[in-house]
C-alpha cells in the first residue's frame, strides 16, 4: 500500500512539474490570441481568439528579415560548430600526445569565464578590421558566425569526445585491416556511429545560437540583426504592440519545437551515448 501511494505521488508530483513547465507556454500562444487592448486590461476572451497579430507582426517590424536571418547564421554557426568539434574530439578521444590533457582541461576551462568579458574585445575588434582592413564582419552573417562558432566550439569538442570514447576501437582497426587508411576509418566507420552525437551537438548548437541576445545586440546593426532583436523592436518608446510581441514568440518557438521533434530520436541516443564512458 505504501509503496503504491508512493508511486502515486510521484506520478501527481510529475504531472504538476509538468504543468509549472507548460503554463508559460501556454500563456504565450493564448496572449498571441488576443488584442492588444484585452492584453493591457487583462482581459482574455478565450471564446473569440483572434489570430490578426500573427499577420501584423510580419509588416511591423519586417520579421521576415529577422527569421531569415537567425536561419542562416544558427544553421552555419552549428555546422561549423559540429564539423570542427568532431575532428578535435577524436582527436582528443583516440591519440596520446604531449599536452592534451591541458587542451581538454583548457577547452573545459573556458566555459567558467562568463560570455561577456569577450563583448568588448570582440567588438573593438571588428570596428578595427571594418577600419583598417578591407575585411568587414561588423554587423555582417560572416560575423556572427564565426562568434557563436567560436563560443560553441569548446562546449561542442567536450560532447563529441566522449561520444567518440563510447566508440569501440575495434570498428577502426578492423576498417584499416580491410584497407582503409585513419582517415578513411574516420568518415566511413566513425561519423555515421557517432551520427547520434552529431545531431545532438548540432541542434544544442543551434538552440544556443537561436536566442542568444547579447553579442547579436552589440555586433549587428541592421543587415545580421536576428530574432531576439526583430522581438525586442515590438515594445518601442511610444509605442507597445503586446500581442504581436506574443505572436512572434510563438513564430520563433516553431523552429525549435520541429528542430527538437524531428531529432529527439537522435538526441536521446546522442545523450546516453555520452554518458556511456568517460
Not at 508559460?24 to 497579430?53: K, M
Not at 560570455?115 to 570582440?122: D, H, Y
Request: net charge neutral; aromatic share 14%; charged share 10%.
Amino acid at each position: 500500500m505504501s509503496a503504491r501511494l508512493v508511486n502515486r505521488g510521484l506520478d501527481a508530483l510529475t504531472w504538476l512539474v509538468l504543468a509549472l513547465m507548460l503554463s508559460p507556454i501556454l500563456w504565450l500562444v493564448l496572449s498571441s490570441l488576443q488584442t492588444d487592448g484585452q492584453l493591457s486590461r487583462g482581459a482574455y476572451d478565450l471564446l473569440s481568439p483572434t489570430f490578426d497579430a500573427f499577420t501584423r507582426m510580419w509588416q511591423s517590424v519586417d520579421f521576415e528579415r529577422y527569421l531569415l536571418n537567425s536561419l542562416i547564421i544558427c544553421t552555419a554557426a552549428a555546422l561549423c560548430a559540429t564539423a570542427f568539434a568532431a575532428c578535435a574530439g577524436y582527436a582528443l578521444a583516440r591519440f596520446q600526445f604531449r599536452g592534451g590533457k591541458a587542451l581538454s582541461l583548457g577547452v573545459v576551462g573556458t566555459q567558467l569565464i562568463p560570455g561577456s568579458l569577450f563583448l568588448l574585445p570582440v567588438f573593438m575588434g571588428f570596428v578595427w578590421l571594418k577600419q583598417n582592413t578591407p575585411i568587414a564582419l561588423f554587423d555582417t552573417h560572416l560575423g556572427m558566425v564565426l562568434v557563436y562558432t567560436a563560443f560553441f566550439t569548446p562546449v561542442a569538442i567536450y560532447f563529441m569526445r566522449y561520444f567518440f570514447i563510447a566508440i569501440p576501437r575495434d570498428l577502426e582497426e578492423a576498417a584499416m585491416v580491410d584497407g582503409c587508411n585513419r582517415f578513411g576509418a574516420f568518415v566511413k566507420i566513425v561519423l555515421p556511429a557517432a551520427a547520434p552525437g552529431l545531431v545532438a551537438t548540432f541542434v544544442y548548437a543551434f538552440l544556443f545560437a537561436w536566442d542568444e541576445l547579447l553579442f547579436v545586440a552589440a555586433l549587428t546593426q541592421e543587415n545580421a540583426e536576428t530574432i531576439p532583436i526583430g522581438i525586442r523592436n515590438f515594445i518601442g518608446n511610444y509605442q507597445e504592440r503586446t500581442a504581436q510581441l506574443m505572436a512572434a514568440g510563438v513564430v520563433s518557438t516553431l523552429p525549435v519545437l520541429i528542430a527538437f521533434f524531428a531529432t529527439q530520436r537522435w538526441l536521446v541516443k546522442g545523450i546516453t551515448a555520452g554518458a556511456v564512458k568517460g
